[in-house]
Protein backbone atom coordinates (compact mmCIF):
# COMPACT_ATOMS: atom_id res chain seq x y z
CA UNK A 1 0.00 0.00 0.00
CA UNK A 2 1.63 3.15 -1.45
CA UNK A 3 -1.24 6.00 -0.25
CA UNK A 4 -1.75 5.61 -3.65
CA UNK A 5 -5.22 4.63 -4.87
CA UNK A 6 -6.71 3.91 -8.58
CA UNK A 7 -10.24 3.10 -10.18
CA UNK A 8 -11.07 1.12 -11.78
CA UNK A 9 -8.34 -1.66 -11.57
CA UNK A 10 -9.39 -2.79 -15.35
CA UNK A 11 -11.31 -1.21 -17.64
CA UNK A 12 -12.56 -1.87 -20.93
CA UNK A 13 -14.18 0.40 -23.40
CA UNK A 14 -15.45 1.10 -26.99
CA UNK A 15 -14.02 4.05 -29.49
CA UNK A 16 -17.35 5.73 -29.05
CA UNK A 17 -17.36 5.67 -25.34
CA UNK A 18 -16.30 8.28 -22.39
CA UNK A 19 -14.55 7.40 -19.24
CA UNK A 20 -12.51 8.47 -16.39
CA UNK A 21 -9.79 7.35 -14.46
CA UNK A 22 -9.26 8.34 -10.42
CA UNK A 23 -6.80 8.89 -8.34
CA UNK A 24 -6.57 9.67 -4.86
CA UNK A 25 -3.47 10.20 -2.55
CA UNK A 26 -3.64 10.40 1.09
CA UNK A 27 -0.08 11.48 1.58
CA UNK A 28 -0.79 14.80 1.76
CA UNK A 29 1.35 15.90 -1.32
CA UNK A 30 1.40 18.92 -3.20
CA UNK A 31 2.07 17.35 -6.91
CA UNK A 32 -0.16 14.57 -8.92
CA UNK A 33 1.52 12.98 -11.83
CA UNK A 34 0.19 10.42 -15.26
CA UNK A 35 2.00 8.50 -16.62
CA UNK A 36 1.25 5.68 -19.64
CA UNK A 37 2.98 2.72 -20.02
CA UNK A 38 2.74 0.72 -22.74
CA UNK A 39 3.89 -3.11 -23.86
CA UNK A 40 7.71 -2.50 -24.12
CA UNK A 41 7.84 1.37 -23.99
CA UNK A 42 9.32 3.20 -20.53
CA UNK A 43 6.81 4.99 -19.04
CA UNK A 44 5.65 8.09 -20.61
CA UNK A 45 4.80 11.32 -18.67
CA UNK A 46 1.58 12.48 -19.86
CA UNK A 47 0.56 15.51 -17.46
CA UNK A 48 1.74 17.21 -13.93
CA UNK A 49 -0.16 18.82 -11.16
CA UNK A 50 0.87 21.26 -8.71
CA UNK A 51 -0.84 22.72 -6.20
CA UNK A 52 -4.20 21.90 -8.53
CA UNK A 53 -2.44 23.75 -11.65
CA UNK A 54 -1.37 21.84 -14.71
CA UNK A 55 2.32 22.33 -15.23
CA UNK A 56 3.33 19.57 -17.97
CA UNK A 57 1.25 18.60 -20.93
CA UNK A 58 3.68 16.37 -22.55
CA UNK A 59 2.40 16.73 -25.53
CA UNK A 60 -0.86 14.44 -24.92
CA UNK A 61 -3.48 14.19 -27.56
CA UNK A 62 -6.77 15.95 -26.81
CA UNK A 63 -9.00 12.80 -26.06
CA UNK A 64 -6.74 12.45 -22.79
CA UNK A 65 -8.49 15.49 -20.57
CA UNK A 66 -7.00 16.06 -16.99
CA UNK A 67 -8.57 17.58 -14.08
CA UNK A 68 -7.34 17.85 -10.88
CA UNK A 69 -10.29 19.47 -8.60
CA UNK A 70 -7.74 19.94 -5.41
CA UNK A 71 -4.33 18.32 -4.33
CA UNK A 72 -5.61 15.19 -3.33
CA UNK A 73 -7.33 14.16 -6.15
CA UNK A 74 -6.56 13.39 -9.76
CA UNK A 75 -8.97 12.76 -12.89
CA UNK A 76 -8.04 11.56 -16.16
CA UNK A 77 -11.17 11.88 -18.51
CA UNK A 78 -11.02 9.92 -21.78
CA UNK A 79 -13.48 9.80 -25.04
CA UNK A 80 -13.36 8.44 -28.36
CA UNK A 81 -9.85 6.83 -27.71
CA UNK A 82 -8.23 4.46 -30.33
CA UNK A 83 -7.39 0.53 -30.08
CA UNK A 84 -3.61 2.31 -29.46
CA UNK A 85 -4.38 3.81 -26.48
CA UNK A 86 -4.60 0.49 -24.61
CA UNK A 87 -1.95 0.45 -21.85
CA UNK A 88 -1.56 0.58 -18.26
CA UNK A 89 -2.18 4.30 -16.89
CA UNK A 90 -0.25 5.13 -13.55
CA UNK A 91 -0.70 8.12 -11.40
CA UNK A 92 1.30 9.21 -8.72
CA UNK A 93 2.02 11.63 -5.86
CA UNK A 94 5.00 13.57 -4.59
CA UNK A 95 5.67 16.30 -1.69
CA UNK A 96 6.03 18.92 -4.48
CA UNK A 97 7.34 19.00 -8.09
CA UNK A 98 10.69 20.05 -7.46
CA UNK A 99 13.45 16.94 -8.32
CA UNK A 100 15.43 17.53 -4.69
CA UNK A 101 14.19 14.83 -2.05
CA UNK A 102 10.97 14.67 -4.71
CA UNK A 103 10.02 10.53 -4.39
CA UNK A 104 7.14 9.79 -6.55
CA UNK A 105 5.10 7.11 -4.96
CA UNK A 106 2.57 5.54 -7.50
CA UNK A 107 -0.54 3.84 -7.49
CA UNK A 108 -1.73 0.43 -8.42
CA UNK A 109 -2.62 1.41 -12.11
CA UNK A 110 -5.63 1.01 -14.55
CA UNK A 111 -5.18 -1.43 -17.30
CA UNK A 112 -6.97 -0.07 -20.12
CA UNK A 113 -8.43 -1.97 -23.60
CA UNK A 114 -10.07 0.27 -26.21
CA UNK A 115 -11.98 -1.89 -28.15
CA UNK B 1 16.42 14.34 -23.97
CA UNK B 2 18.46 12.67 -21.26
CA UNK B 3 18.88 9.23 -21.67
CA UNK B 4 18.61 6.08 -19.78
CA UNK B 5 19.84 2.76 -20.28
CA UNK B 6 19.41 -0.47 -17.80
CA UNK B 7 20.74 -3.51 -18.42
CA UNK B 8 20.29 -6.77 -18.50
CA UNK B 9 16.94 -6.53 -20.16
CA UNK B 10 15.60 -9.91 -19.26
CA UNK B 11 17.67 -11.65 -16.00
CA UNK B 12 16.56 -15.40 -14.66
CA UNK B 13 17.94 -16.57 -11.65
CA UNK B 14 17.61 -19.49 -9.07
CA UNK B 15 16.21 -18.42 -6.12
CA UNK B 16 19.42 -17.58 -3.10
CA UNK B 17 21.31 -16.40 -5.79
CA UNK B 18 22.74 -12.98 -6.39
CA UNK B 19 22.41 -10.38 -9.03
CA UNK B 20 23.24 -6.94 -10.08
CA UNK B 21 21.43 -4.92 -12.59
CA UNK B 22 22.71 -1.69 -14.11
CA UNK B 23 21.65 2.05 -15.12
CA UNK B 24 23.69 4.53 -17.18
CA UNK B 25 22.86 7.77 -17.74
CA UNK B 26 23.65 10.00 -20.30
CA UNK B 27 23.87 13.43 -18.32
CA UNK B 28 24.26 14.47 -14.36
CA UNK B 29 20.94 14.50 -12.63
CA UNK B 30 20.15 15.09 -9.35
CA UNK B 31 17.51 12.23 -8.53
CA UNK B 32 17.31 8.92 -8.76
CA UNK B 33 15.44 6.60 -8.14
CA UNK B 34 15.17 2.68 -8.39
CA UNK B 35 11.44 0.92 -8.55
CA UNK B 36 10.18 -2.41 -8.58
CA UNK B 37 7.03 -3.32 -10.60
CA UNK B 38 5.36 -6.09 -9.72
CA UNK B 39 3.44 -8.56 -12.11
CA UNK B 40 0.62 -6.98 -10.42
CA UNK B 41 1.39 -3.09 -12.36
CA UNK B 42 2.33 -2.22 -8.69
CA UNK B 43 5.03 0.08 -8.60
CA UNK B 44 7.22 0.47 -5.00
CA UNK B 45 9.73 3.11 -4.43
CA UNK B 46 12.62 1.02 -3.50
CA UNK B 47 15.32 4.00 -3.09
CA UNK B 48 16.32 7.04 -3.90
CA UNK B 49 19.80 7.65 -4.71
CA UNK B 50 21.13 10.65 -6.51
CA UNK B 51 24.39 9.48 -4.93
CA UNK B 52 26.31 7.07 -2.54
CA UNK B 53 25.51 4.22 -1.30
CA UNK B 54 22.29 2.72 0.26
CA UNK B 55 20.83 -0.58 2.18
CA UNK B 56 17.30 -1.84 3.04
CA UNK B 57 17.47 -5.41 3.87
CA UNK B 58 18.77 -7.75 1.17
CA UNK B 59 18.77 -4.92 -1.63
CA UNK B 60 21.55 -2.03 -2.14
CA UNK B 61 22.06 0.61 -4.16
CA UNK B 62 25.04 2.70 -5.23
CA UNK B 63 25.44 5.45 -7.47
CA UNK B 64 28.65 7.09 -9.21
CA UNK B 65 26.81 10.61 -10.31
CA UNK B 66 30.58 11.09 -11.68
CA UNK B 67 30.68 8.49 -13.38
CA UNK B 68 27.05 8.52 -14.15
CA UNK B 69 25.68 5.03 -13.58
CA UNK B 70 24.02 3.18 -10.82
CA UNK B 71 24.10 -0.27 -9.78
CA UNK B 72 21.06 -2.18 -7.81
CA UNK B 73 22.17 -5.50 -5.91
CA UNK B 74 19.67 -8.19 -5.38
CA UNK B 75 21.32 -10.85 -3.12
CA UNK B 76 19.42 -13.97 -1.51
CA UNK B 77 16.65 -13.59 -4.27
CA UNK B 78 13.48 -14.62 -3.64
CA UNK B 79 10.34 -15.78 -5.63
CA UNK B 80 8.51 -12.73 -4.11
CA UNK B 81 11.59 -10.46 -6.33
CA UNK B 82 10.39 -11.05 -9.39
CA UNK B 83 8.92 -8.57 -11.69
CA UNK B 84 10.41 -5.27 -13.37
CA UNK B 85 13.12 -2.98 -11.96
CA UNK B 86 12.82 0.17 -13.41
CA UNK B 87 15.47 3.13 -13.33
CA UNK B 88 14.31 6.71 -12.96
CA UNK B 89 16.83 9.84 -13.10
CA UNK B 90 15.74 13.38 -12.63
CA UNK B 91 17.83 16.29 -14.35
CA UNK B 92 17.63 19.90 -12.66
CA UNK B 93 17.31 21.70 -15.90
CA UNK B 94 15.10 24.54 -17.26
CA UNK B 95 11.37 23.80 -16.93
CA UNK B 96 10.97 20.40 -16.26
CA UNK B 97 12.99 20.43 -13.21
CA UNK B 98 10.64 17.93 -12.13
CA UNK B 99 10.52 15.66 -14.84
CA UNK B 100 11.58 11.57 -14.21
CA UNK B 101 12.89 9.86 -17.16
CA UNK B 102 12.29 6.10 -16.93
CA UNK B 103 14.75 3.37 -18.26
CA UNK B 104 13.49 0.54 -20.21
CA UNK B 105 13.60 -1.56 -16.69
CA UNK B 106 15.00 -4.85 -16.52
CA UNK B 107 12.27 -7.99 -16.18
CA UNK B 108 13.97 -10.49 -13.30
CA UNK B 109 12.40 -13.93 -12.95
CA UNK B 110 13.10 -16.08 -10.23
CA UNK B 111 12.85 -19.49 -10.19
CA UNK B 112 12.17 -21.52 -6.99
Known amino acids: ETGVTQTPRHLVMGMTNKKSLKCEQH?????MYWYKQSAKKPLELMFV???????ENNSVPSRFSPECPNSSHLFLHLHTLQPEDSALYLC??????????????FGPGTRLTVL | GIQVEQSPPDLILQEGANSTLRCNFS?????LQWFHQNPWGQLINLFY???GTKQNGRLSATTVATERYSLLYISSSQTTDSGVYFC??????????????FGKGTLLTVNP
Open chain 1, 92 to 105: ASSQDRGLVLNTQY
Open chain 1, 27 to 31: LGHNA
Open chain 1, 49 to 55: YNFKEQT
Open chain 2, 27 to 31: DSVNN
Open chain 2, 49 to 51: IPS
Open chain 2, 88 to 101: AVGLNSGGSNYKLT
